[in-house]
């Protein structure tokens, strides 16, 4: 997904539809969530760049997480409209569809880039 895909399904999504500014920062704090939290955690981390977006940024410029897990920012953004404009019914159900999408794209980059050699356990509980 795009960062103007990414808008364009945020601005649909609410009424009145927010700005491009306010969505575009919510995009970058849930895809610096997503570096920190799910990507970094993996042997291969070093290697996804993520660079603060701002309105200069390419809209062309693709998120991190891939297309069928894109979900998450929109999501992310929604909760975040949503929580910031005191609509709690619309907040708890953006971020109920959060933790979902976001439960996916951690379980599906936990199956696909193997953890850091230091990170490494074996059994239930890490041991």
Known sequence: ????????????????????????????????????????????????????????????????????????YVWYALYMLDSVRNNTVNANNSYSMFTDAWNRLAAYWRRNHTPPTDKMHSGIYGI
């Open 1 to 72: 997904m795009t960062l103007k895909e990414c808008v364009a399904n945020v601005q649909l999504m609410r009424s009145p539809s927010p700005d491009s500014a306010t969505v575009i920062n919510c995009i970058a704090q849930c895809e610096q969530r997503i570096k920190t939290e799910i990507i970094d955690n993996s042997a291969d981390g070093a290697d996804f760049v993520f660079d603060k977006y701002s309105q200069l940024t390419p809209e062309d410029t693709v998120l991190l997480a891939p297309d069928p897990y894109g979900e998450v």
